[in-house]
């Protein structure tokens, strides 16, 4: 039983260029979430996946972030036009929501993708 | 306003000596969940443990066990005779919601240096 992998580990880019990055979340888990993380600070929450759609965003999410899950599946986060204060470690979860018995089960997080903007 | 505050922002023991990591955490919901996370320098955070509100029984695994008590809004970590394996960063999280909505409220992290 594998668990949640995140592509790339590592990026780096310039300052203006687009990223993309990709979550494989723990096969059968409905629910995926993506989370921001700065250096000496807990994740953050950014979004969340129930299956295909998109849940909710947090107020960290502007414009230029867009995150899909289009075969509830796998999951891809893009930032455009990236910013130096962009640059942090991605994290993904992800977990898996009883319809039936109403629990929330823990969320399991990938190793991250860590990002620097130069 | 925080919802989980972790005050310690370091801990540094020598091996074997006992640690405990501190975690006080804010809601008006009468149902959330408790979480300590793991994090390595390799960056990605292990699942420790998971509370919810309505148990307050202490749990005790291996070398861990976890002081949860409603009354100060604590959830407390403690190692016993902590291990170089320890060295890490451990984050406190709080879920205000049982199943609509889990989103996770984390702490700043206490980063923990057990020194052989």
């Known amino acids: 039983d594998t668990g949640v992998s995140q592509d790339p580990r590592h990026k780096i880019t310039k300052r203006g260029q687009n990223v993309t990055f990709r979550c494989d979340p723990i096969?059968?888990?409905?629910?995926l979430y993506w989370y921001r993380q700065t250096l000496g600070q807990g994740p953050e929450f950014l979004t969340y996946f129930q299956n295909e759609a998109q849940l909710e965003k947090s107020r960290l999410l502007s414009d230029r972030f867009s995150a899909e899950r289009p075969k509830g599946s796998f999951s891809t986060l893009e930032i455009q036009r990236t910013e130096q204060g962009d640059s942090a470690m991605y994290l993904c979860?992800?977990?898996?929501?009883?319809?039936?018995?109403?629990?929330?089960?823990?969320?399991?997080f990938g190793p991250g993708t860590r990002l620097l903007v130069l | 306003a925080q919802k989980v505050t972790q005050a310690q922002t370091e801990i540094s023991v020598v091996e074997k000596e006992d640690v405990t990591l501190d975690c006080v955490y804010e809601t008006r919901d009468t149902t959330y969940y408790l979480f300590w996370y793991k994090q390595p320098p390799s960056g990605e955070l292990v699942f420790l443990i998971r509370?919810?509100?309505?148990?307050?029984q202490n749990e005790i695994s291996g070398r861990y066990s976890w002081n949860f008590q409603k009354s100060t809004s604590s959830f407390n970590f403690t190692i016993t005779a902590s291990q170089v394996v320890d060295s890490a960063v451990y984050f406190c999280?709080?879920?205000?919601?049982?199943?609509?909505?889990?989103?996770?409220?984390f702490g700043s992290g206490t980063k923990l240096n057990v020194k052989p």
């Open positions: 999280a709080l879920s205000e919601a049982l199943y609509n909505f889990n989103k996770f409220y």
């Open positions: 509370r919810n509100s309505f148990d307050e």
């Open positions: 979860a992800s977990s898996l929501v009883h319809q039936v018995a109403r629990t929330q089960e823990t969320q399991y």
């Open positions: 096969s059968e888990h409905n629910r």
